[in-house]
């Protein structure tokens, strides 16, 4: 995870399509505390990655967090 220059944290997602053909994906990331609450949640959309190929995708919050930050990826779905 980074912070970035609006002190909004990212984390960068590596999507991997082991389908036989192009989809679309959709991946929330939930960013959390130490104990596990949610503090901001956002969702990302990676469009027509083909099949058997991978790459990346960053998730930023949506607001400022400090102190401990983790990501978490509660859904993904891919359509």
């Known amino acids: 995870m980074t912070t970035g220059t ?3 944290t990212q984390v960068q997602l590596t999507v991997t399509n082991h389908g036989q053909q192009s989809y679309r994906y959709v991946i929330q ?3 959390t ?3 596990g609450n949610v503090l901001d949640a956002t969702a990302v959309t990676v469009q027509d990655l083909a099949a058997g190929q991978s790459t990346q ?3 930023r919050s949506n607001r400022e967090l400090s102190g401990t930050v983790k990501a978490e990826v509660p859904n993904a779905v891919r359509y």
Do not use: P, R, Y
């Open 6 to 8: 609006d002190n909004k």
């Open 33 to 35: 505390d130490g104990s």
């Open 29 to 31: 990331v939930n960013f």
């Open 57 to 59: 995708a960053a998730a």
